[in-house]
């Protein structure tokens, strides 16, 4: 996925939110550069890493309803 604008980040938490696993899909594809230079370990590509930060997502982005609601 190419760059994407606040509003169009936004649109996508929201859909994620509310259970659009496309859209949680798409978050991931967003930030996937980003995910894999993170997901080190001692300075080290590591796929269980890579993997357990894409868990945390699903995992996570659900509950963002809590903070939609404020």
């Known amino acids: 996925m190419e760059e ?3 509003d169009k980040l ?5 859909k994620a ?3 659009d696993l496309s859209a949680t899909f798409d978050i991931i594809v967003a930030f996937d550069s980003l995910i894999k230079s993170e997901a080190r370990i001692n300075g080290r590509y590591s796929k269980e890493c890579e993997d357990y930060i894409v868990d945390q997502i699903l995992k996570y982005v659900p509950r963002f309803k809590k ?3 404020i």
Request: proline share 0%; charged share 20%.
């Open 4 to 6: 994407i604008s606040n």
């Open 10 to 14: 936004f649109e996508l938490i929201l």
């Open 17 to 19: 939110v509310e259970g």
């Open 67 to 69: 903070i939609k609601n």
